[in-house]
């Protein structure tokens, strides 16, 4: 056959051979890249494990542990090491980590939890419930002072078997399966050291967790500080093997000196960095991810201490006054969202109608028409300007007459951020009438000075709320006083009953619903003026791919899909896809 076509061929002139090479090369031509189409509609891109991350931190992790660290550097170096029973995902869910399953009885109070099979630490010892167990009773003793330990008191821990364990609250507590993300201690390594030498422990700076990293290498500088550590994928990770194959953490003193780690090639990722420098670095095409952080800013009114913030007139005037996206646009360069209310924006559910909020800006008023409208409102109410524009008004009772004077003081701390939305805020207020004074503190002496001593007319500041959606603690009118965190010491008795059904019921329409009514109490009564919530910067490296910032509430939450980040891929056939 081959000899009949070879004859064939060699029988065509040369315009018969050329036109048969070109038919022939567009047969093969065309056949190939119909199989070409085929295979790629059979295959699909996959990430696979590989490649490096150099992630750069301010600050040093002087405790990596779930039940003592207490700074960002070290929050994030945990996150990574350890997992516990439940995880938060970035869209604000929480899913079984170390459990296979759990389950909450009827009434709220008893939480059953079943381990995943063949579930092992780091260094290959199996992980039990006595595991859990020791993490729990360690974090409710009394001299590790683990910050961790309010949120299991009153819990009756039951071990039921080794893979079994049970939780029994004294009364419901819906915010409490947020507590089950602790991160789990192995037994067998801590359970022979003393609670008081527990903060001196090497396995501190070089731990053994079950997380989703375990530390491959580290090295120190002369001074014995850690220059970075060296993770690398835990193949029996609960929740499946990283892909990224390698994070060096490295650790800088401040974010100058990170930001030169970063522009020297030292680093490719950061995270936590101004406003300010997340612009310079975006005009120079740098990859940039940012999220709200659920902490709202604002100025909380100390009535107790300023009197003429009694009247609610000037709370309202006050509140009124600030155009909040300019100050979000000013002082966070943009990287932050506008609040109005306690509960803020980026959390799925808030849902109070900003419309009718006193705090609302109309995005077709300027400053200052806010001003004149704010200032409007209290000469409406009887204040009128002295000869140096500050508002004053007289009132009289029987034949005594007494004078009031719009004037107090904010109080911040020597955050630039926080000291220039103040000054920017003393600017607008003192338009509408009011003499402010700012007061600028370290952070330290504000904290034990003015926030614990409740020593402020008004305090800007922020709270941070979680996943769990507990306003309690900054505005029930039981924590008014240190260690409470209501610092406006606000005091409602409908608002402290829509609070306490809220932490108790675990039906989230209603836990909601209860929020919603709470906020609208707020908004009526104004015992603060809520301004923003900034944005978490993360800048990446090019390429990463797989990474949700999502829902988080404090920075080393970046890392709660950290499994799923990755760097490699490759082409494979459907079916071989995972």
Known sequence: MNQKISKAIASFSLTEKFLFSIFAILIVGSTLLILW???????VT???RGGTIQEGIIGYPRLINPLLSYTDAGNDMTTLIYSGLMKATPDGNLVPDLASSYNISNDGLTYDFTLKDNLTFQDGTPLTTDDIEFTVQKALDPVLKSPKAANWEGVTIKKINSKEIQFILSKPYSPFLENTTLGILPKHLWKNIDSDLWSLSSY????IGSGPYYIKDVKRDQNGLYEYY???PFSHYAL???YVGNIIIRFYTNEQDLINAYDSGEINTMGGISSTNASILKNKGADIVTTPLPRTFGIFFNQSQSHVLLNKEVRQALNMSINRQDIVNDVLNGYGIVETGALPSSISGSTLDSSTSSGAVSSSETQDQLI???RALLIKNGWAPDTNGIMEKTTKTGKTSSTQILQFSISTSDSPDLKHTAELVQSIWKKVGA?????VFELSDLNQSVIRTRNYDSLLFGTVVGRDLDLFGFWHSSQRNDPGLNIAMYANIKADKLLEDARSTSDMSQR???YNLFEKEIDNDIPAVFLYSPDYIYVKPKPLEGIVLGNITVPAERFLNVQSWYKETERVWTIFAK
């Open 435 to 439: 003499d402010v004074t700012v007061k």
């Open 37 to 43: 189409n085929i295979n790629n509609q059979f295959m």
């Open 372 to 374: 004149s409208d704010a």
């Open 230 to 232: 060296h993770l690398t």
């Open 204 to 207: 501190n700076q070089e731990p």
């Open 240 to 242: 499946g093997e990283p």
């Open 46 to 48: 996959v990430p696979v």
């Open 512 to 514: 909601l619903n209860d």
